[in-house]
């Protein structure tokens, strides 16, 4: 059974929806639109819905899901704000005992058991493979993941995801920024993904142009696509 | 204040100070061989092969600042120092109240690290400065007047290149002796090396070098010492055989030592 996209023409497009079992990446430049289409993507569909968010909090990420009027039943997981904890927090000490300078009580606060690094890749690939089947999983952005960890990495993680997907009937579908990273990374990403959709934006006079590209659908390469769209009241639109 | 044989004093009693103030190490005989103690001020490289006993004389130098109230500072690398006390030998003259009463301060140099957020592999030189300032801030608070380092080999695993070991010796040892600190830092060698330290530029840089070794006589193995130089002061280069007692470290001539 297909999982449907959340709009009704890409789903058209591909088939009914996206194959389950897959592996799907949005990719596009930044305000084009892939979180929108993520969020979109997170609300529909009977399966259970998990959302991996990286850049917004889960207030941020469910308040624009009723700004839309969808469904909120999604399960959001804050990445971000658990990266500002361990991560962020820890460079500010950093910068504050590298400016101000150490006291005694400092250098015997000091715990052992923090200097242990928390590895998100880890912990996501940890987390989705405790999601029981069916499910929908979004990964809102892998940006976050190929920054801290590199692109080797994160494709070894993909690829375990890939099979366990694939063995649960689940789908994930993953964001990308577009032009942050050198070519090679992006193909070796694309390269990896089942279904690849490019959203595109180019000025034409005063107008903006949008155009979703479905540029790979895995064994039905006569689905690839060309289609205008606009991001509105009711999240992502194809005109057709 | 202890007056050495070195310090005259007028009819006023005023110091006709002849050679540099001493920082008694309380231990007599390595008193003795200084000819009063170690110059004050001073930044002393403590070298020697593993098992040599640079851990224990370096402590004991401190508990017996900490009897004379002067205030020490122990930072260490290479182990907690919870594990460097219960390893210490039991010396007479040791209480828990030194620590309690901040008279001893034990820093672990591992967590000045973390704090820093010190790459392990590779210290940059602003992190070199800001070791040596944390240092020197540590001793200030501690009004620290003795400190020991152990050791500056662990700290120099962290740097690439001797010129940052270099730098960093010369900006510490001008730190500590600004703040009137006699301090002892501790050298590791290994058979292998033919200098009196790991990287050849510590030696060269310290105001004296105490160099502590093993020595085979009889089928048993004896703690040497011999100090190497000792600026601020004129003194004994003669080989010693060290006792290391629960009532502190004593010095034999070598002539003597270990043939009862």
Known sequence: MPLTSGIRELDNVLGGGFIEGTLCAVVGPPGSGCGVFARQFASVGPEKSYYFSTNDASEEVYNSLKRFGWRTDTTVIDIGDKYHDTVLLRRLEVTKYRQEGLKVKDVHDYEETSSRPFNFLTYLTHEIFRIKPPFRVIVDSLDFFIDNYGVEDVLGALRTLRTYTRRNSGLLLVTLTKGVFEPRIQNSIDALMDTLIELERARVGKKFESNLIVSKVKNYPERSKIMQYFVGEGGITLME | ?260
């Open chain 2, 1 to 260: 204040m202890s007056l050495t044989k070195e310090e005259r004093r007028d009819g006023n009693g005023h110091s006709l100070s002849i050679g540099r103030e001493k920082c008694l190490t309380g231990i007599e005989g390595l008193d003795n061989v200084l000819g009063g103690g170690i110059p004050r001020n001073n930044t002393v490289l403590l070298t020697g092969n593993c098992g040599t006993g640079k851990t224990s004389l370096s402590l004991e130098f401190l508990l017996h600042g900490a009897l004379e109230g002067e205030n020490g500072l122990y930072l260490s690398v290479t182990e907690p120092y919870e594990k460097l006390i219960a390893n210490m030998i039991p010396y007479d003259f040791f209480t828990r109240d030194m620590i309690k009463s901040g008279k001893l301060t034990f820093i672990d140099m591992t967590a000045i690290y973390e704090r820093f957020g010190f790459n392990r592999d590779r210290m940059t030189i602003e992190d070199v400065d800001l070791l040596v300032s944390a240092i020197g801030d540590l001793t200030t608070e501690t009004s620290a007047r003795r400190l020991v380092i152990d050791s500056i080999t662990s700290v120099a695993y962290q740097l690439d290149t001797q010129e940052k070991l270099r730098n960093m010796l010369l900006s510490l040892s001008k730190t500590l002796s600004g703040l009137g600190a006699t301090s002892l830092i501790i050298s590791e060698l290994t058979a292998a090396d033919t200098s009196y330290s790991k990287y050849g530029v510590e030696e060269a840089i310290a105001d004296g070098v105490i160099l502590m070794g093993n020595l085979e006589r009889n089928g048993d193995l004896l703690r040497t010492l011999q100090v190497i130089k000792m600026r601020g002061t004129s003194h004994s280069r003669a080989k010693y055989v060290l006792d290391l007692t629960t009532a502190g470290t004593l010095l034999v001539p070598l002539l003597k030592g270990g043939s009862s």
